[in-house]
């Protein structure tokens, strides 16, 4: 099973964490977010690979952009 990472950037909502989780796909993400806070900006990672950035909008709804990085910084 892929392993996928999330992101949480210091964003003034929350602290910034890491979490990694095993899933069929990345769509098991959204289900690891619903306790996130709206606004909470979150990237989606597998390997050294950025797959999508994601924010919760006010309806608490995911909205998902395509990444412009490819590698991870520190990976």
Known sequence: MPTY???????GLGQPKTMEFEGQTAAHALSLLESERDARNV????GGELLANLIKDRNRVWQVSASEREVAEDA
């Open 5 to 11: 990472k999330l992101v949480f950037e210091d964003d």
């Open 43 to 46: 990237e989606l990672w597998t």
